[in-house]
């Protein structure tokens, strides 16, 4: 959260002036206006259907942009929430949902412009999510693995202690099932309204990435739009391996906190993934179609190791 | 140092006072010896009241200037006052030195010990030199790089925290920060020494976390520990830098509010008018301290060392019973 900035890329759905009203909306509200409310969020109501290019300002179809894996035809990589996540990483869509684990709300009874309760309660209510981060179990192009994903669109993805235990949990998982751990970073940073309890995040999450270590279990960070903050000073820079997907924004600093402290302009494509990749921080830059291959290709070898120390691969 | 003496706004009644005292005392000087002494004595002994009772309810914004008093004691002193034939050592072996950390082998009460620490620096030159003790990627590498030396030869840790922050720079991004202060904060997590770190100033977050993932962590009566600074906080929560005192009570920041979180294990007390108003007393009791806490980690082996740090930090937070209670007590 400390250093959330850049909230352009977050998928959009238009208002419906520039689509026609659904007909159906008036009878349907009369019978059973419960029903109509989950008719209305489903994806494909006419509100829906089009959504805004980021950078061009163009219409995008918005069962194309699905299709696209909500890449526009730009290449920007839009952000995407927790199910879509999942539903692209897995064989299938299919996986486990491992619930992170509960934690005391608002430990310190903070209060800013509002209080935190009433921030998480609204942010629950608009995402459906306890808090920012899931797990999954699943396999990725057969290889069995815990995946755990940061959204954005909670509270900046921000690095509380609901994030924090959630990350320990997936971790935690890992070693219990024999799996490896692929992380989904998206974050400002940390919450600043969980005051130095978010801060002691950063190291409970980097102890528990030495579980994963001892138990020789290969740990991927995919970097995603934006990673800032105490976690890219933590778990996002920890990984055996760290991919990146494209143009996202990754750094410590925010952009406007360094512009700030050196009142110059930063450079174009500053502390974007392709600039990580040429500064040694990143591996690789995948889109994300390509994410479960490579991803998979990755977790192969690093896991036959396993096998190999264990004597139990065959050579022939 | 009493001429170049620079009050805070809480003590501008201390300094009013005190400048009646030089008021009194240049008189006397051409009044003939002893004119004022009655008077002189009384006022003393009125700013001694004054400073004990601002000293003894500094609200948390109060403390925050407390702990980045530029007279209060800083790294530099810490180490000459307590660390015998200290061998500074210097630079990351990848990149460059920062001074903004700075490290190196000394003894320390009798002990072994490799000692790191921020070093904001005590006048312009200084503080230029060191960075305003706000650490590059490579400060924090060095760090690493010391805390590897201390494993390998099995010497304790002792580091003494003191920073706005890490550095928020184009280069610093562009060597990897936070790769460096993750690395940083791991290398403590898993360290086979023991290690004390004692926030002695300001612990401004990630850049502060990196020297502060001890056995034990310390923390001066009036220093501060923060996810980021209250200025900061308020600008992004409060879209305006004014709130930071309100900012600085929410975000529990002072070493009264974190030992309640677990989050420090200890609290040294310090001379009634702070850190920096009798250096030499606040320096020896953090020693004391920190000899206390290292002499109870010695027995330990490099295991039962990283388990103590693992389920020290674990446990921070998992108690909900006793965060409610703590919530509820502060409201």
């Known amino acids: 959260m400390a250093a959330a900035e850049d909230l352009s890329g977050k998928p959009q759905p238009v208002s419906a002036e520039r689509t026609p009203k659904p007909k159906s909306s008036g009878w349907l509200a009369r019978i059973a206006p419960g029903v109509r409310n989950l008719v209305a969020r489903r994806a494909d109501t006419p509100e829906n259907l089009w959504v805004k290019d980021p950078d061009t300002g163009d219409m995008i179809y918005r069962p194309d942009l699905e299709a696209a894996l909500w890449v526009t035809p730009a290449g920007r990589h839009m952000r995407i929430g927790t199910e879509l996540r999942f539903r692209y990483t897995f064989d299938g869509g299919q996986f486990e949902a491992i619930k992170p684990p509960a934690v005391v709300d608002d430990p310190l009874g903070f209060v800013d412009q509002k209080p935190y309760t009433e921030r998480l309660a609204a942010s629950r209510k608009a995402n459906g999510s306890q808090d920012a981060v899931a797990i999954g179990y699943g396999r990725i192009r057969d290889i069995p693995a815990v995946v755990f994903v940061q959204d954005f669109a909670f509270m900046g993805g921000s690095l509380g202690m609901a994030a924090g235990e959630g990350f320990i949990c997936a971790a935690e998982t890992a070693v219990k099932r024999g799996a490896p751990l692929v992380a989904f970073t998206a974050a400002g940073g940390a919450r600043m309204q969980e005051g130095a309890l978010s801060l002691m995040q950063m190291a409970r999450t980097t102890l ?23 976690v890219t000073a933590s778990y996002a820079m920890l990984g055996d391996v760290h991919l990146a997907e494209p143009g996202a924004l990754i750094g410590f600093a925010g952009p406007r906190v360094i512009e700030q402290t050196i009142r110059e302009t930063l450079p174009p494509g500053f502390q974007r993934s392709e600039y990580l990749l040429e500064k040694g921080m990143v591996d690789r830059v995948v889109p994300r179609p390509e994410l479960p291959e490579t991803l998979s290709q990755i977790l192969g070898v690093l896991m036959m190791g396993r096998e190999l120390q264990r004597g139990r691969l065959q050579t022939a | 140092m009493s001429a170049a003496r620079q009050y805070l706004e809480f003590e501008r009644p201390i300094a009013e006072v005190e400048a009646k005292i030089e008021e009194l005392s240049r008189l006397s000087e051409s009044a003939g010896p002893g004119a004022f002494d009655a008077e002189i004595a009384s006022l003393r002994g009125k700013v001694e009241q004054l400073r004990r009772e601002a000293y003894a309810h500094l609200d948390p914004w109060q403390k925050t200037q407390v702990a980045r008093h530029p007279e209060r004691p800083h790294f530099v002193d810490y180490v ?101 202060i993750a690395r940083s904060t791991e290398r403590g997590l898993t360290l086979g020494s023991p290690m004390v770190a004692t926030i002695t100033g300001e612990g401004g977050s990630g850049g502060a976390l990196a020297l502060a993932a001890a056995n034990k962590v310390l923390i001066l009566e009036h220093s501060i520990y923060s996810v980021i600074s209250p200025e900061a906080g308020s600008s992004i929560l409060f879209r305006d830098r004014a709130q930071a005192p309100h900012m600085a009570a929410a975000m529990k920041i002072t070493a009264q509010d974190l030992i309640g979180f677990g989050i420090v294990d200890r609290i040294v007390p310090e001379p009634p008018g702070g850190a920096h108003s009798d250096r030499a007393a606040a320096i020896a009791a953090v020693g004391d301290a920190v000899e206390e806490e290292l002499r109870a980690l010695l027995p330990l082996t490099p295991d039962e060392l990283r388990r103590q740090r693992a389920e020290r930090f674990y446990a921070i937070g998992r108690s909900g019973a006793a965060l409610a209670q703590l919530k509820k007590a502060k409201r």
Do not use: C, W
């Open chain 2, 80 to 180: 000459a006052e307590l660390v015998e034939d200290f061998v500074e050592l210097r630079g990351d072996r990848k990149f460059a030195d920062d001074a903004s950390i700075i490290g190196g082998l000394g003894r320390f009460r009798g002990l072994p010990v490799v000692v790191i620490g921020h070093e904001k620096g005590h006048d312009t030159t200084t503080r230029l030199q060191h960075n305003f003790g706000m650490g590059r990627p490579e400060g924090y590498r060095k760090a690493v790089r010391l805390m590897d030396l201390a494993e390998q030869f099995a010497i304790p840790v002792v580091t003494f925290v003191d920073t706005a922050g890490a550095y928020p720079g184009v280069g610093a991004e562009e060597r990897g920060q936070g790769e460096a």
């Open chain 1, 208 to 230: 528990a990435i030495q579980d994963l270590k001892r138990a020789r279990l290969p740990y991927i960070v995919v970097l995603t739009d934006p990673t800032t903050g105490g």
